[in-house]
């Protein structure tokens, strides 16, 4: 039976406010009847597809997504919808397609750059990256998630500061911003400021207690303020909670090498890989312990594919440089202190390093030089 256009309009804004209070099932049956009285109204698959996703009915959001786009194939929402829901499903490229051709309709279009910088964060595109999330935050005039972003970047550069920096306006907006307290927790207890680190989880996990990354992060909070049976019950507790993240294995990882746990933190590592093969944090780490436990030439394999993923890191640059220190390769390892330290010239420990690794091959006046430009830092 045909419905009169307020009828009509009343039937989709019911669907709407079912599908945003998470009433998927019924707000989908919505739809479903607004697609049956108007079947080529590409609004309505739109929407439709919206709800699909949020349920985690990728496929037949894309389907319905590209419905509406076959109807109206300039039709911007549908189109930054569906790259969006790329983007969580891992399809970059074709996400990164979606959203280019939405900027191309609509340079003003502040979700379409967002959601192109994660996408280009993902595949490893950090200034690039960088770009969009600048342009999302002119655009969106402060929005919290465009911070986000440009802390998410800080962070694959390894500029702590800067990172900490962003996730803070990003609080300033929306003190509850979840991502932006675990980004900013995160920063902190890398910064080894682990009080305030702890505070910040403290805070996510009081909006959801079983938040795993809260969990994960505290844990290893604790853990660098010895206190050891608390990071063990954080770490445990994120397993039963989430027994296939690989960043629940990182992390049980990392808890067991400050520990002095070498076999143990190297299977946690190796189970995160299994379950994410390019896991960035779990090659560094199992590379570290590697090295610990003086399996020299396993630590150089995980260090060398780690940099194949992120090359922005003074940190990594350093870790590998270490590793060839001790294989005696000593050309090496000081080409990766200097890259290091083009990265951030003021980093302690490549200098650090550096310095040591002039002194073993003789080169005396550049190791002091080094070690008094780490001292002054």
């Excluded at 609004?43 to 590209?66: K, P, Q, S, Y």
């Excluded at 989880?201 to 795993?212: G, Q």
Aim: negative net charge.
């Amino acid at each position: 039976m045909a419905l009169s256009p307020n009828a009509f309009e009343n039937l989709l804004q019911r669907a709407i406010a079912l599908r945003d209070r998470g009433e998927f099932v019924a707000a989908v049956a919505d739809f479903d009847r607004a697609v049956a009285l108007a079947p080529d109204d590409s609004w309505v698959w739109t929407n439709r597809a919206i709800a699909c996703g949020l349920m985690g009915h990728f496929d037949e959001a894309i389907d319905n997504f590209g419905r509406a786009i076959a109807f109206d194939p300039n039709d911007a929402h549908a189109l930054a919808s569906r790259g969006e829901t790329l983007r969580e499903m891992g399809r970059l490229e074709e996400a990164f397609a979606d959203l280019s051709r939405v900027i191309a309709l609509d340079h003003a279009y502040f979700g379409a750059y967002l959601s192109r910088g994660y996408v280009l964060l993902q595949l490893g595109d950090l200034d690039a990256a960088a770009v969009d999330f600048d342009r999302a935050v002119g655009l969106g005039k402060g929005h919290p998630d465009a911070f986000v972003g440009q802390g998410e970047v800080c962070h694959r550069r390894g500029d702590f500061d800067g990172a900490v920096a962003a996730f803070t306006r990003a609080l300033d907006v929306f003190p509850d911003h979840m991502a932006a307290l675990l980004g900013r927790g995160d920063m902190l207890r890398q910064m080894a400021r682990v009080e305030a680190s702890v505070a910040d989880f403290d805070r996510a996990l009081s909006f959801n207690p079983n938040a795993v990354a809260a969990l994960v992060g505290r844990g290893l909070a604790y853990c660098q303020m010895r206190r050891f049976d608390e990071s063990l019950a954080d770490l445990d507790r994120a397993v039963a909670v989430a027994p296939d993240d690989p960043n629940v294995w990182v992390g049980r990882g990392d808890m067991l090498r400050q520990t002095g746990h070498h076999a143990e933190a190297i299977a946690s590592f190796s189970r995160a890989l299994d379950l994410s093969p390019n896991h960035l944090w779990a090659l560094i780490g199992r590379g570290v312990v590697y090295r610990m436990a003086h399996d020299l030439e396993a630590s150089l394999s995980d260090l060398d594919r780690a940099l194949k993923i992120n090359e922005y890191d003074p940190w990594l640059w350093t870790h590998r440089g270490e590793t060839r220190h001790l294989l005696g390769q000593y050309e090496g390892a000081v080409s990766d202190f200097s890259q290091a330290l083009v990265i951030d010239a003021d980093f302690s420990q490549a200098l650090i390093c550096r310095s040591e690794t002039y002194r073993q091959m003789g080169r005396f006046v550049e190791a002091v030089e080094d070690m008094n430009r780490a001292n002054r830092t």
